[in-house]
């Protein structure tokens, strides 16, 4: 089964990216809105429009895919202009469009150069262009950046977004990379095992994970067994700490998943105040922009994300607790 029980609202308007592991039924649930793919069973709705059975040409989507599927025998104009042109729209009317668009994606003057002139960035952006060329309800793009370079990649993170503002268009990124999904969307949409784990803000999503999944997979965290002790209260080894506001805990006595982010776990070499945990160092590495220490407690291994506190291999210390709470995790 390619997808199973999606149900999900998108806000007109707003960038949203589709997240999740290669396979994880991402790209099936964009083909299905794009009318590359038929849903067996359920609605595809644009606003009070009923797409589910509309042809791809009658849908009003825009789509960019990730080879960018340029014409090599056209100039990027007529690139751009192509749909317009299968329209009939006259000749002087959609190149004047193609310029528009080219100087949207800030691209003004390559319009008579071949595609093969072009970088992977610009190709990329005369791609976007086409798409907007008629004029879509909505935008599709599937891994748009993945061809790229990480530097490059990160630029056009910056341009998609602030192109995707001034035109005010619905769109929808499928992505592998979390982080661009993170630095990108209004709502991410986390999907594995072929279905919705969790749509959200981005900060949502980080902050408040709902199962394990969520939260082995966007960013780092750190896994603890624990106990409920109180409501808003677990134990875990031996010492007892709130869990976010709000949580929704099960009984008292209940076993269950906690997680804390590396970076919102502090180092001290002796006990600090609040819950904290007591572990000896395994190893310390400087990354530059910050140095992570690993702390065995116990049978696991906790890693801790921030400032040197000048601490070495071997030593005894203490791990504190997230003053915000831990967060507690569904199966």
Known sequence: MALADVDLRIPG???????????CGKTTLLRIIAGLET???????????????????????????QSYALFPHLSVAENVAYGLRIRGVAKRERLA???????????????T?????????MRQRVAMARALALDPALFLLDEPLSA??????????VELRRLQRRVGITTIIVTHDQEEAMAMADLVVVMGDNRVQQVGPPLDIYRRPV???????????????????APGTVEVAGVRAEVVEGADLPSVGSELTVAARPEALNVYPTAPAGPALRGTV???????WTVETRVRVGDQ???VSGANVAVADGDEVWVALPTSGLVALNA
């Open 13 to 23: 308007g707003s960038l949203v990216c589709f997240v999740g592991p290669s396979g």
């Open 39 to 65: 849903p067996t069973s359920g609605h595809l709705l644009l606003g009070e429009r009923d797409l589910t059975r509309v042809p791809v040409h009658r849908r009003d989507v825009g789509m960019v895919f």
């Open 97 to 111: 469009r193609a310029f528009e668009l080219l100087a949207l994606v800030q691209l003004p003057d390559v319009a």
């Open 113 to 121: 150069k071949r595609v093969s002139q072009l970088s992977g960035g």
């Open 148 to 157: 790229l370079d990480a530097k490059l990649r990160e630029g056009m993170q």
């Open 211 to 229: 199962n394990r999944f969520v939260a082995n997979f966007v960013g780092r965290n750190n896994f603890l067994p624990a106990r409920v002790v």
């Open 282 to 288: 395994t190893m310390v590495r400087d990354l530059g």
């Open 301 to 303: 291994e906790l890693v």
